[in-house]
């Protein structure tokens, strides 16, 4: 399986996993770090940890070098993700080459990347939840900034089906180009 993928992506520098993923929200202190935590942990999970490299960051830079929102620490610790440790950055051109998968949490931040991004990250550019499967109807992770603790159990919810589809895709090897779709 891990073969085939570093077939397909060409090989990688010795000093970073073979395949990387950025995930991508708007200030990178709620959803997209929570995406990271939660994929990184069910990475781990699934031993795949070395293999795949998996950070975050946002389409605006209002919080870079801040933790996340402290009630999105508390909602994924709860749950067993610490993601206190992550500090938010804004998307650098270098992550359209650096990362193979540059994953949006809602339509405005694929759009976004899409619009930033060099013509031949085209395909590698995408939403996060179509690899739902529980939450297949379910197109977009919402932002819980403004609402309710609540919220953020919820973007939990989603991010752990999302991300067990993601893991389930990596482990049969399989790439996510173009339209990305449960496997």
Partial sequence: MIDRLRQWLGGAPASEPPLRILMVCTGNIC???TAEG???AKL???GLQ???GVASAGTQGYHTG???DPRAIRAALQRGYDIAGLQARPVRAEDFTRFHWLLALDRSHRDWMVKHAPPTAGGRIGLLMPLATRYASVEEVPDPYYGAPA???HVLDLLEDACDGLVRRVTKGEPLTGELRPG
């Fill in 66 to 68: 801040e933790a996340p």
């Fill in 50 to 52: 070395a293999q795949v």
């Fill in 151 to 153: 919220g953020f159990e």
């Fill in 44 to 46: 781990a999970a699934a």
């Fill in 31 to 33: 959803r997209s770090p």
């Fill in 38 to 40: 939660v994929l990184r």
